[in-house]
C-alpha cells in the first residue's frame, strides 16, 4: 500500500505524536509499504529527504511554540503531494492546520483518510494556565473543534478502549477503534547483567538508594508538580526521584525543587537520547507517571517493556496499563499525599520489586510493536475496502479514482 501520514510534527522525538508516527511509519515501510509522512518544516524552507525507509516531505511552516505550527499558504505543496504519491490512504495525527489543508484536497481527489487521535484538551489547558473556572467551557469548545474534523474522515483509531470511550462520549460519528502505540521490544527489554552505575553516574544519579525515573515533557499537565510535593511531604528520604527531559515546565520545578530544599532528592538529568533511554530504564528501579491526562503512555510501555513496576495515577487510560500491586501501584490523581503513601509502599515492597517488573513485561506484550503494524494493515485494508464498496454502489463521479 501506498501510505502518506499527515501530522504536526514528524522531528520531533519528545512528543508523543511523533513518535508514535515515526515508528508507525518506519514499520510499514520494513514491511514491504510505500510510506510518505506530510509534516510542518523545522526551517523556514520546504525540504524532501528519507529517513530509515520513509519519504519526508516538510512545508513551510511558523512556529508558534508548544507544538503548533501554522502552515498557511501549503494548498499548492499538499495537492503537489496528493497528485505525486498517489495515496492508497491518508493518515492524520491531529486535527491541526496540516491536516485542515489535507482534508479537503483528499476528498476532491476520492482518497480514504482516516485518523488517529492523541488529543485531550487537558493537555493544551493546563499549560496555557485556563482558570479552572472557564476550563468546562474551554474543553467543549476545544472538542468541538477536533470533531469538526475528525467527524469528516472515513474512520479513526485511538490507542486504549478509555480513549475510545472519551470520543465516543464526545459525540464522534465515524468507527472508532483501539489500537495500541506499541512498544519495540528490540529496542527496549530486560538488561539484567548491565552496570547500573554506568547510565546511573551519566546521568547524576544516585548509587546507594533506589531510584524512581520520570522521563518524558516536562509540561504542566504532565502532574509532575505533584511528584515534587509528594517528595516533600514523605515520610522517607532514602530514595531519589529523576525527572528527565525537557519543557516548557522545567526551569519551573527546579526552583520549587530549591526552594523546598529537597535538591538531593529530585534531580533533573535532562534530555535523554533514544539510544541512552534503554539503558537508563534498566538501571532505575521504578518508573513513575503522574499525569492524569494520558491517552495511553508510550513512556509507560517503554518501561513495562524493560521489566520494571510503575507507580501510575489512577486516571485515563493508565489503569489499563498498571495493575495496583500486580505490576505497580495506583495512586490518586491531582494528590501529592497519595502518591507519597504509593512511593513509601512501593519501598516497603523491596521484596516484591522483581515479581512486579516480570508482571509488568508480561503484560506488555499484547503492546509490541510489530502487532500494532498488523493490525494497522488490516484496518487501512478494510477502511479502502469500505470505501471501494460504497463508491462502487453510487454513479462514478468526474475525477473519481478506480485504482492504479
Known amino acids: 500500500m501506498r501510505i502518506l501520514f499527515v501530522g504536526q510534527s514528524y522531528y520531533r522525538k519528545d512528543n508523543g505524536q511523533a513518535v508514535f508516527m515515526i515508528r508507525l511509519a518506519e514499520g510499514l515501510a520494513r514491511a514491504g509499504h510505500d510510506v510518505m509522512a506530510l509534516a510542518p518544516s523545522e526551517r523556514l524552507v520546504a525540504q ?11 512545508v513551510i511552516a511558523l512556529h508558534l511554540g508548544h507544538n503548533l505550527n501554522v502552515t498557511a499558504f501549503s494548498d499548492a505543496a499538499v495537492a503537489q503531494v496528493l497528485d505525486e504519491f498517489r495515496p492508497d490512504i491518508i493518515h492524520i495525527q491531529d486535527h491541526m492546520f496540516l491536516t485542515r489543508t489535507t482534508l479537503p484536497l483528499a476528498k476532491r481527489r476520492h482518497i480514504p483518510i482516516v485518523g488517529t487521535n492523541h ?34 474522515l472515513d474512520a479513526a483509531t485511538t490507542p486504549t478502549e478509555t480513549a475510545v470511550a472519551i470520543l465516543r462520549k ?21 538488561q539484567p547483567e548491565m552496570d547500573r552505575s554506568v547510565m546511573r553516574r551519566r546521568y547524576g544519579l544516585a548509587l546507594d538508594r533506589p531510584v524512581l525515573l520520570y522521563v518524558g515533557r516536562v509540561d504542566r499537565e504532565k502532574g509532575l508538580d505533584d511528584l515534587v510535593q509528594a517528595v516533600y511531604q514523605s515520610e522517607r528520604s532514602d530514595y531519589q526521584v529523576a525527572i528527565a527531559g525537557k519543557g516548557m515546565y522545567r526551569d519551573m520545578l527546579i526552583e520549587k525543587v530549591a526552594d523546598l530544599r529537597i535538591g538531593d532528592q529530585v534531580v533533573f538529568p535532562g534530555y535523554v537520547p533514544g539510544s541512552d533511554l534503554p539503558g537508563l530504564l534498566n538501571s532505575i528501579d521504578a518508573f513513575v507517571m503522574p499525569s492524569a491526562a494520558e491517552l495511553q ?18 486516571a485515563r487510560a493508565l489503569p489499563e496499563l498498571v495493575h495496583h500491586e500486580v505490576n505497580g501501584l495506583l495512586f490518586n490523581p491531582h494528590n501529592p499525599a497519595s502518591l507519597a503513601s504509593a512511593i513509601v509502599r512501593f519501598l516497603v515492597m523491596r521484596p516484591r520489586w522483581r515479581w512486579m517488573g516480570e508482571a509488568s513485561l508480561e503484560m506488555v506484550q499484547p503492546h509490541q510493536i510489530q502487532n500494532t503494524i498488523q493490525r494497522y494493515v488490516e484496518w487501512y485494508e478494510s477502511v479502502c475496502g469500505r470505501r471501494l464498496l460504497m463508491q462502487s454502489s453510487q454513479p462514478l463521479r468526474y475525477g473519481a479514482r478506480m485504482g492504479d
Request: with cysteine; charged share 10%.
Open 48 to 58: 524532501r529527504y528519507c529517513v530509515n525507509g520513509v519519504n519526508v516531505q516538510t
Open 119 to 152: 488529543f485531550l484538551p487537558a493537555n493544551w489547558s493546563n499549560n496555557l494556565y485556563i482558570p479552572r473556572s472557564v476550563q468546562n467551557v474551554v474543553h467543549r469548545a476545544m472538542w468541538h473543534d477536533m470533531l469538526q474534523v475528525f467527524n469528516q
Open 170 to 190: 464526545q459525540d464522534i460519528r465515524i468507527p472508532v477503534k483501539a489500537i495500541s502505540c506499541g512498544v519495540d521490544p528490540t529496542e527496549f527489554y530486560p
Open 297 to 314: 503512555s508510550i513512556a509507560t510501555l517503554e518501561a513495562m517493556s524493560c521489566a520494571l513496576p510503575i507507580l501510575a495515577a489512577n
